[in-house]
């Protein structure tokens, strides 16, 4: 979740780990390293978000219940705090041809103070020491910040192209809780199970024997528990996000199966496709944007079949307590937009959550996550944090803590020289 956000550092460097065949990689090699910081003035508190006094309608509804539709946005506070990952907004600090930033600032009056983070953990700190309006957060933490009360519902009438995002993202655990919603979907991804040349085969292949890479997230615990779902009914997992302690262990267990120095966890693009060029590795965990890549530069590789597709949706949220809220609107109305997602998924290598961005630069990227395909859509099993009362659905389960930490002792107990691919 956000882990692409971290490759636009290092994507420039791809053509060259795979040599000759990586020509096709270093035409999408572009780098972004910059933070936007343009001068702001300090904001002026006021209050909930919605339109303010002096806007067509001059509601201002509770952030703590269901908001009433809106007939419009009130006029932009002049400035807006914005929380994401790298890579997730530009400016044209990395090219002049990749910048969403100042075309938004222009047209809505609302200056942006932008900070980027590279981890979920990293967001989490940062958001809770206050300022910001928006944020783009992973499933993960969206589900925390709900619960602790620390976002806002939404007036999705204020929101144009909300209803052209699927229903399938919209409607994701922790972006709604009863009427309300709180999240507007913006990138996507998919993991999917590859081998190279004759690796292995299977739902539990990924976990064997052979050197494997695996993506360095608490939440590719879902992924192994999958892997059982389909060989070991008797565990009688229904959702791999919400796992009781016994069903934990069994995913645990067999991660720690195929633990050894041929075992890759990897964090960015760059290290992965430098263990699969490399062969280093003979099976891996990956996303469409990889295999679009090795397609690219003529070398394919062969997609499992029979393994489920998790993935995760990052979307953009509202502080509680905004000091700029109808900034904040417009934000949403923009970055919901196909002016800022066509470009946002080109850069990214994930998927736009509005499906009218698919053309242009962000073709490519469509077609490698089928973004129109609606059948393909419903077949991923989209990460929510996991919860002790199992996403709502009764028993006792294993919250989100428990599985970073969990997560945290498998790699604690790797053997030592065993090889870990990160920054």
């Given at each position: 979740?956000?882990?692409?956000?971290?490759?636009?550092?290092?994507?420039?460097?791809?053509?060259?780990?795979?040599?000759?065949?990586?020509?096709?990689?270093?035409?999408?090699?572009?780098?972004?390293?910059?933070?936007?910081?343009?001068?702001?003035?300090?904001?002026?508190?006021?209050?909930?978000?919605?339109?303010t006094p002096g806007s067509e309608s001059g509601a201002t509804p509770s952030a703590t219940s269901s908001p009433a539709p809106s007939a419009s946005?009130?006029?932009?506070?002049?400035?807006?705090?914005?929380?994401?990952?790298?890579?997730?907004?530009?400016?044209?600090?990395?090219?002049?041809?990749?910048?969403?930033?100042?075309?938004?600032?222009?047209?809505?009056?609302?200056?942006?103070?932008?900070?980027?983070?590279?981890?979920?953990?990293?967001?989490?700190?940062?958001?809770?020491?206050?300022?910001?309006?928006?944020?783009?957060?992973?499933?993960?933490?969206?589900?925390?910040?709900?619960?602790?009360?620390?976002?806002?519902?939404?007036?999705?009438?204020?929101?144009?192209?909300?209803?052209?995002?699927?229903?399938?993202?919209?409607?994701?655990?922790?972006?709604?809780?009863?009427?309300?919603?709180?999240?507007?979907?913006?990138?996507?991804?998919?993991?999917?199970?590859?081998?190279?040349?004759?690796?292995?085969?299977?739902?539990?292949?990924?976990?064997?024997?052979?050197?494997?890479?695996?993506?360095?997230?608490?939440?590719?615990?879902?992924?192994?528990?999958?892997?059982?779902?389909?060989?070991?009914?008797?565990?009688?997992?229904?959702?791999?996000?919400?796992?009781?302690?016994?069903?934990?262990?069994?995913?645990?267990?067999?991660?720690?199966?195929?633990?050894?120095?041929?075992?890759?966890?990897?964090?960015?693009?760059?290290?992965?496709?430098?263990?699969?060029?490399?062969?280093?590795?003979?099976?891996?965990?990956?996303?469409?944007?990889?295999?679009?890549?090795?397609?690219?530069?003529?070398?394919?590789?062969?997609?499992?079949?029979?393994?489920?597709?998790?993935?995760?949706?990052?979307?953009?949220?509202?502080?509680?307590?905004?000091?700029?809220?109808?900034?904040?609107?417009?934000?949403?109305?923009?970055?919901?937009?196909?002016?800022?997602?066509?470009?946002?998924?080109?850069?990214?290598?994930?998927?736009?959550?509005?499906?009218?961005?698919?053309?242009?630069?962000?073709?490519?990227?469509?077609?490698?996550?089928?973004?129109?395909?609606?059948?393909?859509?419903?077949?991923?099993?989209?990460?929510?944090?996991?919860?002790?009362?199992?996403?709502?659905?009764?028993?006792?389960?294993?919250?989100?803590?428990?599985?970073?930490?969990?997560?945290?002792?498998?790699?604690?107990?790797?053997?030592?020289?065993?090889?870990?691919?990160?920054?």
């Amino acid at each position: 979740m956000g882990l692409m956000g971290r490759d636009r550092l290092r994507r420039a460097r791809l053509g060259a780990v795979l040599g000759a065949g990586g020509l096709a990689l270093a035409a999408l090699a572009q780098v972004g390293t910059a933070s936007a910081t343009p001068s702001v003035r300090s904001p002026t508190p006021s209050g909930t978000p919605v339109a303010t006094p002096g806007s067509e309608s001059g509601a201002t509804p509770s952030a703590t219940s269901s908001p009433a539709p809106s007939a419009s946005i009130g006029k932009g506070e002049g400035t807006l705090r914005v929380l994401t990952f790298q890579g997730y907004v530009e400016y044209g600090g990395a090219s002049s041809r990749v910048n969403w930033l100042t075309p938004f600032e222009r047209e809505s009056g609302c200056v942006v103070k932008l900070d980027r983070v590279r981890t979920s953990e990293e967001m989490a700190a940062r958001f809770t020491e206050g300022g910001y309006d928006v944020l783009s957060a992973t499933p993960d933490l969206a589900g925390l910040l709900v619960e602790q009360g620390k976002v806002a519902p939404l007036d999705t009438a204020l929101v144009a192209d909300y209803r052209r995002i699927p229903k399938r993202l919209r409607e994701l655990p922790g972006l709604r809780e009863d009427d309300r919603v709180y999240g507007i979907p913006y990138l996507w991804g998919v993991n999917r199970v590859v081998r190279g040349g004759d690796g292995p085969r299977g739902p539990l292949a990924l976990y064997g024997a052979a050197p494997a890479a695996i993506r360095n997230s608490p939440l590719s615990i879902a992924d192994a528990a999958l892997a059982l779902k389909g060989t070991r009914p008797q565990l009688k997992i229904k959702d791999p996000f919400q796992l009781t302690p016994a069903q934990l262990d069994a995913a645990m267990r067999l991660l720690a199966e195929g633990e050894g120095p041929g075992r890759v966890y990897w964090d960015g693009s760059l290290d992965l496709v430098r263990a699969l060029s490399a062969e280093q590795v003979r099976i891996a965990q990956v996303l469409p944007y990889h295999l679009d890549l090795f397609q690219r530069a003529d070398r394919p590789m062969k997609v499992l079949k029979g393994v489920p597709a998790t993935g995760w949706v990052d979307s953009w949220m509202l502080a509680a307590k905004p000091a700029s809220p109808n900034c904040a609107y417009r934000w949403l109305n923009w970055m919901s937009s196909v002016r800022a997602q066509r470009p946002a998924a080109a850069w990214t290598g994930l998927a736009p959550a509005n499906p009218e961005a698919c053309g242009g630069r962000a073709r490519r990227i469509c077609e490698a996550y089928q973004v129109r395909d609606d059948r393909r859509l419903r077949d991923v099993l989209f990460a929510a944090r996991p919860t002790r009362d199992c996403g709502g659905q009764g028993g006792e389960c294993t919250d989100y803590a428990g599985w970073a930490e969990r997560w945290k002792s498998l790699r604690a107990s790797s053997e030592p020289g065993k090889q870990r691919i990160s920054d």
